[in-house]
């Protein structure tokens, strides 16, 4: 029998000039389990990594030396920066063409589309995936973190109308399922019907970013680079880019296992203060967090300090955020129950506060009496001398 | 450069802003009203009984009249039937049943929860507004009233300025504009109680069974004796359709003396046995997630236990009330009741057998709010006008407090519609001077039935509640109020009692009565000599501040809308204990504020710049 659909599809995202990390944790994936059907079904599909950008040819070496066999790229100076509509369109272009069929492999040329694509899970990744299969007409599943190849026998009333099929080669997507009840898996099956025939391709997903696993590269392997040339219509440009700016949020109290919060404690010598906490968070590789008064800017310091310090983003309690972080500094703070809803549910808790009658005496494990400024350069000494030790 | 111009503006949309909105409606006078909220009802709370008052003499104009579907088709929550004050001491409780004095002059009383009720008024209203030109803006903060060159203007912190005719101020008990006009001084702690309210959700059925009334009935239940904690007022729990309103109204001027947290005197109600016992439910008990379990499957437990008890509460919720079920049914999404139970008691199943939750029991408290209420006893302005400005309800410091009833709403509503029929004889005249506009409203006001409940004991109201209090030992009262006792409690002295009590006015007599003996001992006593014993059975785990004001919803605005004019005056020190929201911190001596939590409610409004947030920002009231 021969395929109209062959190979999966990767859409590989890139960030001024370099690759996503998911887009390089889908081609390995995508070169597990391909390697895996080539195997199983004695086949020779392709892992075909898509690249859209200007001036990117050069990535299809570095996208072939992590687990591409083949890389599509189409290079134009429209598509510098990535816009839905013309990127959608021009991905369904590719992966409709028959051309690039016949390019990827020679002998078939019965290709009509890709039989599985990958995009990342990530908001362009998101949205792209859902108008590129809406154009498709082929299915999609969302936010998926694993994947199985497997024949699967199912019989259903609306797909096989009602008579045991076999579905070859299927692709199983799963994701997590908010019910509780383990996973959800999904499954994009041709409707077999003879009622309603029709074919559901490509089986497409999204990747969660950072669950699977990207190869090492290996500059050594070999690939075939496929130019494709787009058909751009000029009313597809209309949404234009102007400026450019990323939006990043600078802090981020969910990843760090340590954060050090700081509060008026610092008025003695606030900019002293403040590159102290900076010096002893850097050490724990801790973010920094402020109590809500701070973000106020009740003290004259430095705008570059004031301006990245002393913002609402970091305020740590009922107007802010809520941590439970594993380690818990609280430098200077008084323990004002604003604060302290927003740091209770900390692992363990350090304060460092002159004034023994401070709330925050009640909320933490360890106290230390005495001004930050005092402290923090003992404690900064004392852990680097323990971390010298742990190494050794 | 012409500026926009409307015949009427109304400053704020609760109840009153809104009866006045509907009035000038059906008067065909157009009016356009203004909400700093951003959507009507959101910064709305009262203590949640809606009064229609059947008065001996006088007229009002009550919600029933100014919207004729009320009673079928308004959200309100359960009509009253049962009135019971409790006097209490630790777990000891001597009720009365006080339904006579609810029903006193009135057709009905039925509880209320104010963002619904006041958005379903906004919705009646606003059509018609709309058809003559006018209309409801919310999210508007007016900043400043100007008069110039005969014109009116109105500026705001969100809209062009524009001109006006006549204003309606029901910017409420912390009225802005009363302030910034100068018309009346800021109200003095006297004058004022403060409420703090706490919503507690309890299915349907739980409240009928609970609270033993049927489901077209209510029950208000009003607490006095240990639980005020010295002060003088008292708490109160009223059942809601499936929640209940639990609070604690308490004069200001002794919350001053003796500071106490607002939270703490609810916290005294809950640790009520009484209280306890009438609030519980059946609450689930997550099982610790094991944190040796790798982190994607430990968001999956989280996430899983999270689904089912979400889905578990709601179809608890919808399956434990009579119109919930028959939805259910209707929709087709069961069959049956049995159908329901059955998918109830498997998730419940589901819920212990894969993540090992448990159900206990506990309370669940899902609002915290406050207000100040004003006594118009001792507070309602004597000319509720200045200029073409007229003030109605708790703007013009007009709340009935006589005894253990409060009526407010329904004051503010009879105001609202007075001020309207003055406005749009004003107009028709084109008369908008004091001495014609003003003096007319306030000719209007004078008339109302409530003026005179704030002017004047009503010996009739009174008898109730001697006849209440008939089977109480005559020591326990008399040793207080005996000679006071003895007279009122003949029909014929009672009458020469009143009219003296009136001639000396309330001025004098409020002291005598609202003391710490009416609130405070006298229940203890009773509770303590008649009292049944009841058991608190569980533990109820109550929020802590912090946890209250973190469940809140605001619209933070980095503007801080209060202002500290003195950090080291006695009062702002007070202020640490007495912020409902906990705004106030003390360091070396200086009081300190945090706006960020602040509710709006006015308690620190004595001593400080104090304005509303600017439009659509701080607090938003879910229940309210």
Known sequence: MVDKYRHLYVVVEIEQGQILSVSKEMIGEARRLMDGFNKKYSSKEKVVAIVLGHKIKELSKDLIAIGADSVIYCDHPELNEIRNVIYTKIISQIATDKDIGKQLESEYSEFER???????????????????LADLDSGLASDINQLVIEDIEMSHQQKTGGTKEVYEKTLEMYRPDFSGFLWTTILCLDNRNPAFKRDYHPQACSIIPGVFESLDPDPTREGQVIEFTPKIDEKDLKV????REVIKSEVDFETPRTIVSFGRGIKDDPETNIKLVQDLAKLLNAEIGITLPISKKPFQINTSLESKFMIPDRVIGTSGHKTSAMLYIAAGISGAMQHVWGMKDSGFVVAINPDDDAAIKNECDVFIKGRM????????EEIKKQIQIVEA | MSLEKYDVAIIGGGSSGLAALQQLSKLGKQAILLEAGSDIGSKNISGGILYSKKPKKGQVTNVDDLYENFLEDAPYERKITKYILHSTSKNKEYPMDLTEAHDYQSNFGCSVLMNKLNSWFAKQAVENAEKIGGGLIPGVHVKSILWNDQKTIIQTDELEDFEVRAIIAADGVNSEVAEMVGARKKFSPTQLYQGVKIIINLPEE????????NPDEGAAHLFAGDITLNHIGGGFLYTNRDTLSLGAVYHFDSLLKNPTEP?????????NPLVGELIKDTVPIKKEIDKNLPQEEQLRIRFGVAKLIKNWKELRETSLSPSGRQNLIDTGKFKSQEEIEEKLSSIEKQMSEKFGVTFGTDYVEVEYGAK??????????????FKNILFVGDAAG??????????????????GVRAANAVARALDSNDFSESSFGKHYSQLLEESPFTLDMKQIDKDYLKIFLDAAKDVPKDIIGSRYGPILKMMSSGTFRGIAVKFANMLGYDKLLPMVESEDTYVKVPIQLAERLGKTVELTYTPSIPTIADRIAGLSYNDDHEPHIKVLNPQTEFMKKLVTLCPAKCYS????KVLIQHEGCVDCGTCSQETQWRHPRGEKGIQYKYG
């Open chain 1, 240 to 243: 234009k880019i102007i400026s």
């Open chain 2, 586 to 589: 003390e360091e070396d001596g």
């Open chain 2, 398 to 415: 007009r709340g009935v407090f006589v005894g253990p009833r409060i009526e407010g709403l329904n004051v503010g509503i009879d105001d």
């Open chain 1, 373 to 380: 400024e005092d402290v923090i350069p003992m404690l900064i």
């Open chain 2, 263 to 271: 939270y703490t005197l609810i916290d005294a109600m809950i640790k």
């Open chain 2, 372 to 385: 100040l209420v004003p006594d118009g006893k001792r507070c309602r302005m004597e000319h509720p006008f």
């Open chain 2, 206 to 213: 739980l409240i009928d069974e609970r609270f033993g009334i």
């Open chain 1, 114 to 132: 890709p039989r599985y694509m990958f995009f990342a899970a990530d908001s362009i990744g998101r949205h792209l995936s859902s108008t590129v």
